[in-house]
């Protein structure tokens, strides 16, 4: 096989992964909705720690955002470990 050849060899299989490449990369709308459930696994447990805290807050007499300042954090702690282990997964 000459040096042309082998040339023309290579020039064929890296258009041909090039190819493959362009054909399995996601769509636009596949990376959205992959952003958007992200969104949502983060952000959902630390509005539901805000409202927790704050009936629970409200259950207190004289004013105080105890509960409310800890379940977020609780909540983004989750939100965290959520996404980090979507992504994993995934």
Not at 57 to 81: E, N
Request: net charge positive; hydrophobic share 50%.
């Amino acid at each position: 096989m000459d040096q042309w050849e082998r040339l023309r060899l290579s020039i064929e299989r890296q258009a041909k992964r090039m190819e493959q490449a362009e054909q399995e990369r996601p769509t636009l709308l596949a990376q959205t909705a992959f952003l958007g459930v992200l969104a949502l696994l983060l952000v959902l447990p630390v509005v539901l720690g805000a409202y927790l805290g704050r009936w629970l807050d409200a259950l207190c007499q004289g004013y105080s955002v105890r509960w409310t300042v800890t379940l977020i954090l609780v909540g983004l702690g989750l939100g965290i470990a959520n996404v980090y282990l979507y992504i994993r997964g995934h």
